[in-house]
């Protein structure tokens, strides 16, 4: 399976962007996640194969939305009311086989695109 995230860019606070996440191959739960300059990776948001089940981390509750199109095998993460603390490098994943749980950690996922830089100017 392979990953490609792409839509980051330079933005205003207060701004939107919409990263997408072209799958090739079979994907199954997906979730995003970021990495803030000198920072450990951290969770953004999941969610399950059929799309209808969402988690989100606290911290972008409310702004972020995370859909998918498996007819066009692409994961989505819609951010609005973007903040500086929101800079980072956004990854996409993928687990390896069908599972009901929405994973939160870096170990919950197989598979992971390259990332793309997101950066939020105040």
């Known amino acids: 399976v392979q990953l490609q995230a792409s839509g980051g860019g330079l933005v205003q606070a207060g701004d939107s962007l919409r990263l997408s996440c072209a799958a090739s191959g079979r994907t199954y739960v997906m979730g995003w996640f970021r990495r803030a300059p000198g920072k450990e990776l951290e969770f953004v948001a999941s969610i399950s194969w059929s799309g209808v089940s969402t988690y989100y981390a606290d911290s972008v509750k409310g702004r972020f939305t995370i859909s998918r199109d498996n007819a066009k095998n692409t994961l989505y993460l819609q951010m609005n009311s973007l903040k500086p603390e929101d800079t980072g490098v956004y990854y996409c994943?993928?687990?390896?086989?069908?599972?009901?749980?929405?994973?939160?950690?870096?170990?919950?996922?197989?598979?992971w695109g390259q990332g793309t830089l997101v950066t939020v100017s105040s």
């Open positions: 994943a993928t687990e390896a086989q069908l599972g009901y749980v929405l994973g939160t950690k870096q170990k919950d996922y197989d598979y």
